[in-house]
């Protein structure tokens, strides 16, 4: 079955450190990917998309995300987390035999220590 | 710009109830699709709406329907409620079906 794995329930850092956030997913055709955003009270923003081209694709706030076809993986990074950073974070697929549908990862929650 | 709105922000209902959750999408969008959060997992698909036609089915029972609008507009129904029918329930619309979906603040939904 398609699916979208994050590999981290829950991340903490503190501010400055780097982060990096795993997500794989599994479908041998083409796929949009996105990482999505949950701040605490808030809806679910976009962060960042990729559909083609560059598989380096830069977001808000300074994410960034690669993508590498071999690995079935879609990480997302930023080299320096700050306290706002704080939220959970999904990552997305739009698998191309699938329409619109995306399929979401379980998430990670992210804590960064002021 | 105003974004995805959802109605009503929270909703308490009984077991074998029916409930009706309503979506606006951004202007000029014409997909809207459904998804139902639980705690502590990611979205899952319910249904995709586009030019008022269904285009996707996530599996979910029958007992959760939805339809779309001449406007865009949507609507998604939910009979016989059960208690673990409780769920946060996102709508998202899209310029079209493959784009990337932006997401209304969301229905809170209580089933006691």
């Known amino acids: 079955a398609q699916s979208v794995s994050q590999h981290n329930h829950h991340v903490i850092l503190s501010e400055a450190a780097s982060l990096e956030l795993g997500c794989n997913y599994s479908?041998?055709?083409?796929?949009?990917l996105f990482w999505y955003v949950q701040y605490p009270g808030q809806h679910l923003q976009l962060l960042l998309k990729?559909?083609?081209?560059?598989?380096l694709v830069k977001g808000i706030k300074g994410f960034e995300a690669e993508f590498i076809k071999s690995k079935f993986s879609f990480n997302l990074r930023k080299p320096s987390v700050q306290w706002s950073d704080t939220a959970e974070y999904f990552c997305a697929g739009q698998m191309d035999n699938q329409g619109g549908k995306l399929i979401f990862g379980q998430g990670t929650e992210l804590s960064v220590k002021p | 710009d105003a974004g995805v709105t959802q109605s009503p922000t929270h909703l308490i209902k009984t077991r074998g109830q029916q409930v009706t959750l309503r979506c606006s999408p951004i202007?000029?969008?014409?997909?809207v699709s459904w998804y139902q959060q639980v705690l502590g997992q990611g979205p899952q698909f319910i249904f995709q709406y586009y030019e008022k036609e269904e285009r996707g089915r996530g599996n979910f029972p029958d007992r959760f329907s939805a339809r779309q609008f001449p406007n865009y507009s949507s609507e998604l129904n939910v009979n016989a409620l059960l208690l673990g029918d409780s769920a946060l329930y996102l709508c998202a619309s899209s310029l079209l079906r493959h784009n990337e979906q932006f997401f209304g603040p969301g229905t809170r939904l209580t089933v006691l």
């Open positions: 479908y041998g055709g083409t796929v949009n």
């Open positions: 990729y559909f083609s081209g560059d598989p």
């Open positions: 202007s000029g969008h014409k997909s």
